[in-house]
T-cell receptor, first 111, second 115 residues
Framework: GNSVTQMEGPVTLSEEAFLTINCTYT??????LFWYVQYPGEGLQLLLK?????DKGSNKGFEATYRKETTSFHLEKGSVQVSDSAVYFC??????????FGSGTRLSIRP | DAGVTQSPTHLIKTRGQQVTLRCSPK?????VSWYQQALGQGPQFIFQ???????QRGNFPDRFSGHQFPNYSSELNVNALLLGDSALYLC??????????????FGNGTRLTVT
């Protein structure tokens, strides 16, 4: 069945460091891919999405490219800030009209 | 523009009891999905409601049931609570016709603790 595997955390970086959080997926068909973020005490928020191969989603300095050949959707940011500290979830939109989430990666940024 | 609202925010129940959680979708949305998020884990899909019917269901027992009302709001009911049902329950809304490609809008969740 469809599934998402993402980099285990926690990940701790210094402010202004480069961030990569790896995500790979298994799916039939052509799903959409998402990154959601969960700040402390809040619900999940959509960070970015890509709906087809080679699409690049971007938002708030974060980027991810839908790579069908490697079944990946890695999240990147060139210079992280303390306010980026949160849990990040890679997700897949299946044809069965439900979103499947990875297990999440906790990111902590040191000032 | 009101987002997804859930009530209550926190709930403590005893094993064997029943619980009802409530959700109002984002304005303009007609589809409600429920997720269970155990501590340190990603959300797990419970079921999805559209046009007052359950459309999709995840791998959850029949103790988990739901309902959607004509105004699109929804309830999640859990019977015969187990300790393992302790989790954050998230409601998410979306617009029909976009299937699995529709970004979900989440509420802040209901934290259920079963003792």
């Amino acid at each position: 069945g469809n599934s998402v595997t993402q980099m285990e955390g926690p990940v701790t970086l210094s402010e202004e460091a480069f961030l990569t959080i790896n995500c790979t997926y298994t799916a039939t068909g052509y799903p959409s891919l998402f990154w959601y973020v969960q700040y402390p005490g809040e619900g999940l928020q959509l960070l970015l999405k890509a709906t087809k191969a080679d699409d690049k989603g971007s938002n708030k300095g974060f980027e991810a490219t839908y790579r069908k050949e490697t079944t990946s959707f890695h999240l990147e940011k060139g210079s992280v800030q303390v306010s980026d500290s949160a849990v990040y979830f890679c997700a897949l939109g299946s044809s069965a009209s439900k979103i499947i989430f990875g297990s999440g990666t906790r990111l902590s940024i040191r000032p | 523009d009101a987002g997804v609202t859930q009530s209550p925010t926190h709930l403590i129940k005893t094993r064997g009891q029943q619980v009802t959680l409530r959700c109002s979708p984002k304005s303009g949305h007609d589809t409600v999905s429920w997720y269970q998020q155990a501590l340190g884990q990603g959300p797990q899909f419970i079921f999805q409601y559209y046009e007052e019917e359950e459309r999709q269901r995840g791998n959850f027992p029949d103790r988990f049931s739901g309902h959607q009302f004509p105004n699109y709001s929804s309830e999640l009911n859990v019977n015969a609570l187990l300790l393992g049902d302790s989790a954050l329950y998230l409601c998410a809304s979306s617009l029909v016709g976009t299937g699995g490609n529709s970004p979900l809008h989440f509420g802040n969740g209901t934290r259920l603790t079963v003792t």
